[in-house]
């Protein structure tokens, strides 16, 4: 008997420190393990640091945290709760290792989000400071499919840095609209799906988030494109 067909991937374009893709990511992840149904992704940076040439701000990232976590509290999500000083400054370590982690002799598609899943859950869940190598090994000692060993050793030699760039420049392009971006077979491209949010004001200036509804149902919608191998209407 032949072995079921991979299923068809679903590419994100995200931060890793957006919480907007955070919520994407689990609602879609959450959805498919409900329904028993296989999914793929295939993790692409949207480094908003590199964009914005700062850290991205821990004044914009809370707010959103705590908006969004008032619609979804199932994510157990909360503010920072560690040491101030560990708040991570970056998240381009840890974007690289999910890179990295593609490689099948690590973890391929599925090691990657495992390990995509586990870092978000650690900085939005554990407030982990998932800058540093050791958190991240630390992580992907808790997946299935990677090999943390062979992750560690890819990591030494720089693995996953240059795809990061790589994906940074495309990203500039038109056709990625933000973090997070979902494509599909068959058509589906949607950017921030679910969420209907607008600021207050500038951020910098006291303005807040506001999350005036969200959506899940179109995680259901695109898991059916998926299984079905239909095209899509119009997003």
Same mark, same amino acid.
């Given at each position: 008997?032949?072995?079921?067909?991979?299923?068809?991937?679903?590419?994100?374009?995200?931060?890793?420190?957006?919480?907007?893709?955070?919520?994407?990511?689990?609602?879609?992840? /959450?959805?498919?393990? *409900?329904?028993?149904?296989?999914?793929?992704?295939?993790?692409?940076?949207?480094?908003?640091?590199?964009?914005?040439?700062?850290? /991205?701000?821990?004044?914009?990232?809370?707010?959103?945290?705590?908006?969004?976590?008032?619609?979804?509290?199932?994510?157990?999500?909360?503010?920072?709760?560690?040491? *101030?000083?560990?708040?991570?400054?970056?998240?381009?370590?840890?974007?690289?290792?999910?890179?990295?982690?593609?490689?099948?002799?690590?973890?391929?598609?599925?090691?990657?989000? *495992?390990?995509?899943?586990?870092?978000?859950?650690?900085?939005?869940?554990?407030?982990?400071?998932?800058?540093?190598?050791?958190?991240?090994?630390?992580?992907?000692?808790?997946? *299935?499919?990677?090999?943390?060993?062979?992750?560690?050793?890819?990591? @030494?030699?720089?693995?996953?840095?240059? @795809?990061?760039?790589?994906?940074?420049?495309?990203?500039?392009?038109?056709?990625?609209?933000?973090?997070?971006?979902?494509?599909?077979?068959?058509?589906?491209?949607?950017?921030?799906?679910?969420?209907?949010?607008?600021? /207050?004001?500038?951020?910098?200036?006291?303005?807040?988030?506001?999350?005036?509804?969200?959506?899940?149902?179109?995680? @259901? @919608?695109?898991?059916?494109?998926?299984?079905?191998?239909?095209?899509?209407?119009?997003?």
């Amino acid at each position: 008997m032949s072995a079921a067909p991979e299923p068809r991937p679903v590419t994100v374009w995200s931060d890793l420190g957006c919480p907007w893709a955070t919520l994407a990511l689990h609602t879609l992840r /959450t959805a498919a393990r *409900e329904r028993e149904q296989d999914l793929l992704i295939d993790h692409r940076a949207f480094p908003l640091e590199l964009f914005n040439h700062q850290p /991205t701000p821990k004044f914009i990232v809370e707010p959103e945290i705590v908006v969004i976590s008032g619609h979804r509290p199932d994510l157990g999500w909360r503010p920072w709760a560690g040491r *101030e000083y560990d708040y991570p400054s970056t998240m381009l370590p840890a974007m690289e290792a999910v890179q990295a982690a593609k490689d099948p002799s690590v973890g391929g598609l599925r090691g990657s989000d *495992e390990l995509d899943a586990g870092l978000r859950h650690a900085f939005y869940v554990e407030s982990r400071c998932v800058s540093i190598p050791s958190e991240i090994l630390d992580v992907a000692a808790g997946c *299935e499919h990677v090999d943390e060993e062979a992750l560690a050793r890819a990591l @030494e030699r720089g693995a996953g840095r240059a @795809e990061i760039y790589a994906q940074f420049r495309v990203a500039q392009g038109p056709g990625i609209q933000g973090s997070p971006h979902l494509f599909a077979p068959g058509g589906y491209a949607v950017h921030n799906p679910g969420a209907h949010v607008r600021w /207050t004001g500038d951020p910098g200036e006291g303005g807040m988030p506001r999350l005036d509804r969200y959506d899940p149902s179109w995680a @259901e @919608e695109l898991l059916d494109l998926l299984a079905e191998g239909r095209q899509p209407a119009d997003a």
